[in-house]
């Protein structure tokens, strides 16, 4: 029987993207945590356990919804792209605000030099896993790394205000991963995209990209 059937029927948000677990790497992205909450004062802010790549969000699914969903549609195009696409070599573009009229939250884009994630990854999962289920458009596919989320700060209310330099490191993606968020406090009615959650890697759907 497969480890995910085991889990309980609590729900979780399912995205494919990967975790950013270098030390290096995730050091560079808190370093920058820090500067914003400082420099700008943030109020009634939090941020997750880990930084990950966001390539598409799958839903807000219990475990055995997210189980039937890859083996019935995303483990083949999973499959079919990481055994055409090697590692990826990426940059951080720009930061990106959104406020959804209960919290901020603050975003970098991420951007590789063969736009493999925007020309081809990204809108090759929207187009064939996630159009035809949810019948929603979307627009922009760069992905982005989650940086904090905040109720308040009287700095910012558009992104030109964040005047903290973009940085300027590279890192790499090994994989695409399927990626669960749990949020971290229970409140009353369905958890939002902005609450503060933990992410981990469902182990059993990592698809290492080509040397």
């Not at 930084?51 to 019935?72: E, P, Q, R, S």
């Not at 905040?150 to 700095?155: C, V």
């Amino acid at each position: 029987m497969d480890n995910i059937i085991k889990y309980n029927n609590d729900k979780h948000h399912f995205f494919i993207g990967t975790i950013i677990d270098n030390n290096n790497d995730a050091g560079v992205l808190k370093r920058i945590q820090k500067k914003i909450v400082k420099k700008y004062k943030l109020r009634g802010y939090h941020i997750n356990n880990k930084f990950y790549v966001n390539c598409i969000y799958i839903g807000y699914l219990d475990d055995i919804t997210a189980h039937k969903y890859m083996n019935n549609i995303l483990n083949n195009l999973l499959k079919e792209l990481t055994t055409r696409i090697k590692k990826i070599n990426c940059n951080y573009l720009e930061y990106k605000l959104n406020f959804d009229k209960l919290f901020y939250k603050i975003s970098l884009t991420v951007k590789d030099n063969e736009n493999n994630l925007e020309n081809i990854i990204v809108p090759f999962l929207h187009d064939n896993a996630i159009l035809p289920v949810y019948n929603k458009k979307r627009t922009d596919f760069n992905p982005s790394v989650e940086l904090i989320y905040f109720k308040e700060s009287k700095y910012i209310k558009k992104k030109e205000d964040i005047k903290i330099m973009v940085p300027i490191e590279n890192f790499k993606l090994n994989n695409l991963s399927l990626i669960r968020g749990t949020s971290v406090k229970r409140r009353i009615g369905n958890p939002s995209l902005h609450d503060q959650m933990f992410l981990e890697v469902v182990e059993k759907y990592i698809f290492p990209l080509d040397d």
